[in-house]
């Protein structure tokens, strides 16, 4: 069963419904039991990196989170949800992080010509072999005014927009994807299918 962690600041119902298109049965939970007992977890969100890091402070989701993950539990954070999974973010000031993979969430640079936020569908050029980083040349939807600056290893795909954006990453069983694919099509259901496979393994 894959827990999709419920705190109030992401899209449950429609990434449920992703997960039910590829046939993987999903909870949607706040129970800190919940998420210590499940064979996968999906951290969402929408809106600001602050507000997401109090929401779970205040249900008391931070400990259970980083408890499935020591003990192997795979975890997929989308959207917001990847830049949590980072050691801190420049939104609004200074806001710690889960710690989970190395790196900054930071602001796209002011005098690009590009629009912010980066919205809509941008190509992905995979850097790495994985079952959750997409196939060079798939295009997938993003909808963010931040991005995470990291180092080269945790990056399995990529897309220019100015700056190189980190679309997928990976560190050990911690996997994230900055663009939302419950929102990206067929592209989107077959990296969640390889997120299914990692949580069936």
Known sequence: MIVIVDYDTGNTRS???AFEKIGMATLISEKPEDILKADGLVLPGVGAYPKAMAALKERGLIVPILEAVAKGTPLLGI????QLLFDYSMEYGETAGLGLIPGKVVPFPRDSRLRIPHMGWNSLEPTADSLVNGRAGDFVYYVHS???????????SFSDYGVKVPGVVKNGNVYGT?????????VGLALLNGFKKVVEA
């Not at 959207?79 to 990847?82: F, S």
């Not at 931040?146 to 399995?156: G, M």
């Not at 900055?178 to 067929?186: L, N």
């Open 79 to 82: 959207c917001l949800g990847m």
């Open 178 to 186: 900055q663009f939302h694919p419950e929102k990206s099509g067929e």
């Open 146 to 156: 931040y991005y995470v600056a990291c180092s080269a290893e945790y990056v399995l």
């Open 15 to 17: 990434l449920s419904k």
